[in-house]
């Protein structure tokens, strides 16, 4: 490989000189040729100095990444790379296999490893405080590159930026991002701390400039003439989803995209699976040049999007501001919407950091000669203005003018913030410093000193005093906890003349990395037992283990608000029925939330673990239901998405699904795993890849990294085809299982309009199944639906090479099962829809 057979190799060539002429010259091979910025970037790097780079979007800090992992390994030392998310993680780890090849790059994320003795490993912050923590000094690392370093003040995350930098004095450090402020505090603590000197390479002005634009236009009359001057691609930036899309309808009006960018981009999607609602809308905005972007999206359609939009082909995309967490998509310019935003608390101005961090994008280098930063006046501004602009010089017509107010709520700003956002520094970075159980656990587990170096992690961080007290009583406070539950124990070592702190337990390799309740799951999996005539049985036991793991993931927030209204609705409707009056209905409906199964089971057992693991307190368990609702309501995802109305949130709800499959797969111990649990398993995995694949690839990959097959993937405009549904016959019979008992439940609730939906096309309408069930309820008082009725023994399949001829027997009161549904199943037709396919041909008594 080029970048190895330039590594120096001998002591003479350590000489920094040598060392930044042998990484010069291989940038010059690759065609590229250094900035001033990262020329000095890259001196101070080779001489062993730590480096604060806060340079704009555009000026290559990539590269001086490389340069560092360059300088490290030349020198036989150990270098990590860590950014905020695992896909960034996933990016930087392809790239610099490619770069240095795969024997010398690994990667740590939680889930997994990959040649994790490597001498350059990518990783998440997280995980690199983590394991300084663990190892302090004697953590092996000699280099750290971490990027994107404004998270340092992100009030949930920023430890894990800080923690490094107070327990690895060893370490060279450098620090990236393009919106970093005044560093000069943390550089001097870095410099103390290390014995290093501490480079600020700062200021930089952008190889691609921008130029700032306030517009009192009509949004469509902006882009039309942004468009019109060549200054496409346009990102719009909204705060919200929601606005996001309804910008991009409203533009489909006007004139975004040629003749020949529509016929390019229809050849190159035509063979591209929109399976969703949300899908077929992007559809249609695609074709006509306007693309959307954020993170509630499949991914399969945010990287359809990106790479359209590489093409030179989407002259428009409409999205969030996740655009600042590093999104490559090309843009020319970028037009904010507002410079407002909901913060999780109430609607604030954007500060300066965001600000920048989104203008940032625009300009592409290598593309553009200048980038176009144009942020538009608020809506009742422009409609004013407009209105002014109509009155013209007549003093009477201007006097008439009734002048639009500001919506009610509305957090004021216009073209004064504006230019105070463009010329104003990024905030300076606050320490976000924190103390839990885990992090105390794991500096104890290191060894030696514990008071010490908890000590040191309270006392001689960057806090301000009042706060550092504040963090030592909470670190006392997680103390006692601990040896009360005889998790560590206390003894005078009459030797050294202090006090041992030790564990009495054994960490598990990945403590606190991935997925901490995990333990508590584990312990929590045998209070089941999966026989039902056990005291601890239940008729339900593949659920109930569901319902324990989903305890343990973090909350769909989209998903729960949805469920919360439709059990509110149904409670209004019951509630109207029994006659009870509006404010106690009112009342009444404040305690109705989500449904949780197993919540009084889960808390009892949550508090008596803490007694004996405090540390698990740190984390919340989330009793809820989704991936046991889809199943016990037998929905496909698009039923699902459809019934809780969370099309703009498709790709949150895939996340969680995909994570759910993989917790399974990972933390329910093969031998708890009976016939139904692989069942539902095997089911719910098939149900993620036939939707999108994308995360169950991503994840195998980060298993088994394959670069040829990255990079085919990278390029390619289409996914790779999900595999044939009818292939896992385990799953698809759950799939065919659930097609015939959702029409079981709609048969109970004698719902035949709805049935006759389902049907009707096959030739079976609702008039038929209204006969047919008269003749059931002429024998039978009424149908069940519970645990007994959905069980494989009431399903009778027979299998041919084309299609399942099944039978879907009814669960009577009297136990006669003598009536039930028979249909055929098409097998190619559901490999073509990635849905199983069932034809009903009769309702009838056996």
Known sequence: MATLERLPHTDHDHDPDVLFEAFEAWATAQGLRLYPAQEEAVIEIVSGANLILSTPTGTGKSLVAVGAHFAALSAGKRSFYTAPIKALVSEKFFALVEIFGAANVGMMTGDSSVNADAPIICCTAEILANLALRNGEDTEVDLVVMDEFHFYADPDRGWAWQVPLLTLPRVQFILMSATLGDVKSIADDLSRRTGRETALVTGVERPVPLHYFYETTPVHETVEDLIKTGQAPVYIVHFAQAAALERAQALASAKVATREQRDAIAELIGGFRFTTSFGKTLSRLIRMGIGVHHAGMLPKYRRLVEQLAQRGLLRVICGTDTLGVGINVPIRTVLFTALTKYDGVKMRQINAREFHQIAGRAGRAGYDTAGTVVIQAPDHETENLKAIEKAGDDPKKKRKIIRKKAPEGFVSWGEPSFRRLVDAEPETLHSSMQMTAAMLINVIGRGGDAFAHVHALVFDNHEPWKRQLVLARRALGIYKTLRSAGIVEQRFDTLNDRYDIRLTVDLQANFALNQPLSPFALAAFELLDPDPTKETGTGNYALDMISILESTLDNPRPVLMGQQFAARGDAVNAMKREGIEYDERMALLEEITYPKPLEELLTYTFDTYKQSQPWIADFELRPKTVVRDMYERAMSFGEFIAFYKLARSEGVVLRYLSDAYR????????????????????????????????????????IHPDLAEHE??????????????????RAFRILVRNELFRRVQLAALENYEALGELDRVHG???????????????????????????????????????????????????????WGISAEVDLAESDDLGEAVVRVTGVNRL
Do not use: C
Not at 716 to 724: D, G
């Open 712 to 729: 085919a993937g990278a390029k390619a405009i289409l996914p790779p085809a999900p595999r044939r549904l009818t292939t896992n016959t």
């Open 663 to 702: 917790a399974a797969r990972q933390t329910i111990p093969d031998e708890a795993k009976t016939e139904d649990l692989l069942d539902l398993i095997e089911w719910l995995g098939e149900l993620v890849r036939q939707v999108d694949s994308s995360l169950l690839d991503e994840w195998e990959e980060l």
């Open 764 to 818: 079976f309408s609702d008039e038929h199944w209204g006969a047919a069930m008269d003749g059931y309820y002429a024998e039978h008082d009424e149908l069940l639906t519970g645990g007994n009725a959905r069980s494989s023994e009431l399903l009778m399949i027979e299998e041919t090479k084309t299609a399942w001829i099944v039978r879907q027997i009814f669960d009577d009161p009297a136990g006669d099962h003598d």
